[in-house]
C-alpha cells in the first residue's frame, strides 16, 4: 500500500510540473488568448444586450402605434357610425314628412275631387229638372196648340178641293166639318 501511496504521489507531482511546463511555454499566450475570448465575450454580451434593447423598444414603439391605430380607427369607426345613425334619421324624419305631405295633398286632392264631384251632380241634376221642366212646358203648349183630327182632316178636304178649283164645295164641306153654319 505504500507502493500505491507515492505512486499517486509521483503521479500528482508529475502533473504539476507538466502544469508547470505549460505555464512556462505557453502561459503568456493562453493569459492574452483568454483576455482576448473575455473582450469578444463581452462585445457579444453588450452587442446582444443593444441588439435585445433596440428590439424591445421597437416591439414596444410598434405595439404603441398598433394601439394608438385601433384607438384612432375606433374612434374613426364611432364618428362613421354616429354620422350614419344621423344620416339615417335625418332620412327618416324626411321620409316621414314626405310621406305625410303626399297623405295631406291626397287628402285635399281627395276632398276637392269629392265636392267638385257632388257639385257637378247638383249642377246636373238641376239642370235636368229645368229641361224636364222645359220639355214638360213645350208639350203642355203643343198639346194646347195641336188640332183635333176632325179640323185637320177638314183642312185637308178644303185643301184638295181648292186645288181641283171647287172652292165653294170646299168652304161648305170645311165649315160643316168645323161645326159652324154654312156661309153662302
Known sequence: MADDAKGTDADAESGD??????????????????????KVEQYIDRETK????????????????IEEMETKLSNQLTKLSERMDDSLASFRKEAD??????????STAQRTLREEIEAQSRQTQT???ELKA??????SELDGDKTSR???????????????????AASSKAGKSNGQPDKK
Open 17 to 38: 510540473s507538466i502544469d508547470k511546463v505549460r505555464e512556462i511555454l505557453f502561459g503568456a499566450q493562453q493569459r492574452q488568448a483568454d483576455q482576448r475570448f473575455g
Open 50 to 65: 443593444a441588439v435585445d434593447d433596440r428590439l424591445q423598444e421597437a416591439k414596444r414603439s410598434l405595439e404603441r402605434r
Open 97 to 106: 314628412q314626405n310621406q305625410k305631405q303626399l297623405s295631406d295633398s291626397l
Open 127 to 129: 239642370k235636368l229638372a
Open 134 to 139: 222645359d220639355l214638360d212646358a213645350a208639350a
Open 150 to 168: 176632325d179640323e185637320l182632316g177638314g183642312y185637308l178636304m178644303e185643301l184638295g178641293m181648292r186645288l181641283s178649283g171647287d172652292v165653294g
